[in-house]
């Protein structure tokens, strides 16, 4: 079936696959993994926060976020993004801010809402008889928080948010779509190059999915490690 | 697929049931079943010869053997953990065993040939959790499995269905869902579902543990007179009232292992094995 | 910022000869719509049956389910489609592959299927939990009422699961729904590639965008409303 497909073509780009495409793409989930991270923390605080128009403004941000695709807001913050360099720095022409930074910004504040649904569930699965425990012990709201409700939350959490993290690494395969070189990006430029489509599409689907299969089987062995027994 | 040697009973069979009874409320009613048929074959309702169990490394049940005559009440006690419930799931077959065999009204539970739904279909079983099917009203519940599996016309089985839902004192409720329902309700309905299939045996597998104690009662009150109707019961049940008023043997287990089966009176009379005085001390004392 | 708006422009011909830019967004949201309802037919029965393997007590039941599960988790979408598109009819028999390829509205069908079977991954994991979430004793309450596997299934376990599992996929019915903008990169003009195309011809990015925006967020809000009613057509009385 495989006879006229040349799979050479693949140990000849290699350097170029991973060198290039895949460290940007990694870099690419490392650094809004974290920003996502970070900025979704604050989300769910907004949303816990019980302060009005803070927890709005929050859940606004989260679900409109969550009800576009991904390839929308990725188009949006690639011409939205020089205008606001350009606001933020006053400057009267639009500021080039290179496609990469703009696929940070987007990934970033895309995932973010995620992750902050995720921070959200989490603490609010801790049972309400726990808090009620802890204060009836004399623990004080912050107490309560730090010793009894994040230790828990965080173990329920941890395997969730790295799992968002596997699709966050598949997303950004999504970058395609602004001409970028990312591991996909990569694959279809030699793909178009040398017209093998089949041997590199195939060789980036087996990538994606060793790398992926590898690691979502990590996060259950971790998760029955960190799991708490009821 | 005919390889029971009683035939299930069809559509439209002529029960006592299933005639037109008065549409009274309450227990007493009339019987709950047809008084069990004189043996068509000889010997026992339900034989259990030697019956092994192993869930991994870990063996739960060890050479069981007792049997069940027709139109006989046996209770089945032990401490929990023991395999009573287990064993009573063996006859079954809802759960497999490795060693020995099961005979229920002479079709052999673990034989390649034997159609083991049509085989569970003559089998009543109640169960802990009652296990009524949330998502159907009362009727369906009681009417879906004759349709589906006995093959009923919706129009026998609702009027079997309902008519047992008389007799158990329920028919006020045929419209509602399980979930509006008290769990002594619930189990009652349990009961008028098995027995909805004309079952040839009844198991009960701790039909009143979940129950809250002032609903025991009520659900007792229908195994007794299905009991006095003559319907061959075997009951996994810590309920020793039950057991002195109706059982005509009792069977302890421990440890996966049948430590007594006597009569009831020589049962609650004298226990032979020291095991059996301690549990029954235990569940007596309080 | 030294934009110019210009909200006049949905009414304005598109540079397509037929209609304004308005039309070419609803025709865009039609094709999303159309996309998404088709896919999810296929997404739910398939995933449904996926699901149910993996609850079979058949360990060869449980390894195809597994397998067609982490197959089509861990394989990014946009490499999926590209599989569906440029490598299916390549390595297909050539007359069949050739046929496939002159498919008008092959990337259509193409995003059809591929979002199908990608999404019936998600349906399956619902569909599994689902009946895993339910007592044990539904299953053996069943089968002692005589059902076969397959009864015990059609009428005790999966109108429970379903119910259970409404609101989640509802969830995957509209990650499905915003996934059919994947399929922009195989030609499919669906509403994010037709915002992108009237950015590119008008050069009014914010406009074409907030329309994008306005449509994929109403379209939520009536699925949303549908799930509700929905569910509430469905809910058992005392259920919780």
């Given amino acids: 079936m495989f006879s006229n497909f040349d799979f050479s073509v693949i140990a000849a780009s290699l350097p170029y696959l991973f060198g290039q495409g895949m460290v940007f793409t990694l870099t690419l989930t490392a650094l809004a993994a974290t920003g996502g991270i970070v900025f979704g923390t604050g ?22 976020m969550r009800s576009l695709p991904l390839v929308l807001v990725i188009f949006w913050f690639y011409f939205l993004v020089p205008y606001i360099g350009a606001w933020v720095t006053g400057s009267a022409t639009p500021i080039q801010v290179g496609a990469f930074a703009s696929a940070l910004v987007t990934f970033t504040l895309f995932e973010a809402a995620y992750f902050a649904e995720i921070m959200r569930a989490g603490i609010q699965s801790i049972a309400k008889g726990q808090s009620a425990a802890a204060s009836a012990l004399g623990m004080s709201y912050w107490q309560t928080m730090r010793l009894v409700v994040l230790p828990q939350a ?14 966050l690494f598949q997303d950004t395969s999504l970058v395609y779509v602004l001409s970028l070189t990312d591991f996909m990006g990569a694959a279809s430029k030699v793909a178009q190059r040398d017209g093998r489509l089949v041997e590199m599409y195939l060789f980036a689907a087996l990538v994606y999915f060793a790398v992926c299969f590898t690691a979502s089987w990590l996060v259950r062995r971790l998760q029955t490690r960190v799991a708490i027994i009821r | 697929m005919t390889s029971t040697p009683m035939p299930a009973p069809a559509a439209g069979t002529p029960t006592a049931n299933a005639s037109e009874a008065p549409a009274d409320e309450g227990l007493r009613a009339g019987p709950l079943v047809t008084p069990a048929p004189a043996p068509a074959t000889a ?18 049940l060890t050479g069981c053997s007792t049997r069940v005559a027709r139109g006989e009440v046996v209770v089945v006690c032990g401490p929990s953990g023991s395999g009573k419930s287990t064993l009573i799931k063996c006859v079954n077959a809802l759960e497999p065993f490795q060693e020995g065999q099961i005979t229920v009204d002479g079709t052999r539970v673990k034989d390649r040939g034997t159609n083991l739904p049509k085989l569970r279909a003559r089998v009543g079983m109640v169960f802990q959790h009652f ?20 093959g009923r016309s919706g129009e026998d089985a609702r009027k079997r269905g309902l008519d047992l839902l008389d007799r158990v004192g329920l028919s006020a409720h045929a419209k509602k869902f399980p979930g509006q329902l008290s769990g002594g309700q619930q189990q009652r309905v349990a009961i008028a579902r098995a027995l909805a299939m004309n079952p040839v045996v009844m198991l009960f597998d701790e039909p009143t543990s979940a129950l809250d104690p002032e609903m025991v009662g009520e659900v007792l009150d229908v195994m007794v007179e299905l009991a006095r109707d003559g319907m061959t019961m075997m009951v996994v049940t810590h309920e020793m009232g039950f057991a002195r008023k109706v059982a005509d043997r009792v069977i302890f287990m421990d440890r996966g292992e049948i430590v007594e089966d006597a009569t009831k009176d020589a049962f609650f009379g004298q226990p032979r094995s020291e095991r059996a005085q301690q549990f029954l001390s235990k569940i007596l004392a309080h | 910022m030294n934009y110019t708006w210009n909200w006049g422009i949905f009414l304005e011909p598109s540079p397509e000869g037929v209609g304004t830019y308005a039309d070419m967004l609803l025709s865009g949201l039609s094709w999303t719509i159309a996309t998404a309802l088709c896919s999810w037919v296929i997404a739910f029965g398939l995933g449904s049956v996926i699901g149910v393997l993996r609850t079979l007590p058949s360990k060869t039941a449980n390894a195809v389910g597994t397998a067609y599960v982490e197959l089509f988790r861990n394989v990014p979408l946009l490499v999926q489609m590209f599989l569906w598109y440029f490598v299916l009819p390549e390595v297909l028999p050539t007359e069949i592959g050739t046929a496939v390829k002159q498919l008008p509205d092959a990337p259509f069908y193409t995003a059809v299927l591929c979002l199908g079977f990608f999404t019936a991954s998600r349906v399956a994991e619902q569909v599994r939990a689902g009946i895993q979430s339910l007592p044990r004793g539904q299953r053996l309450a069943g089968t002692a009422l005589g059902f076969t596997v397959a009864q015990t299934y059609r009428y005790v376990l999966l109108p429970n699961a379903y119910r259970i599992i409404l609101p989640p996929l509802t969830s995957e019915f509209l990650n499905n729904l915003k996934n059919t903008s994947v399929a922009l990169t195989i030609g499919l003009l ?44 469905v809910a058992v009385p005392g259920g919780r």
């Fill in chain 1, 154 to 167: 965080l173990r329920n959490m941890l395997p969730l948010l790295l799992t968002q993290t596997i699709v």
């Fill in chain 2, 131 to 150: 296990e009524l099917f949330p998502h159907l009203s009362i009727t369906d519940n009681l009417t879906i499995a004759q349709r589906k599996v006995l």
């Fill in chain 3, 190 to 233: 669906e509403l994010t590639a037709r915002a992108r195309s009237m950015q590119e011809f008008s050069f009014q990015v914010f406009e074409a965008f907030t329309a994008a925006t306005i449509l994929y967020v109403l379209i939520n809000l009536v699925v949303i409303a549908g799930a509700t009613l929905l569910e509430r057509a």
């Fill in chain 2, 43 to 60: 010997g026992s309702m339900i034989a259990i010869e030697g019956v092994s169990k192993w869930y991994g490394d870990f063996k739960v």
């Fill in chain 1, 43 to 64: 989300l769910a605080m907004m949303r816990l926060s019980g302060i009005p128009g803070v927890t709005q403004a929050a859940k606004l941000y989260v679900e409109l």
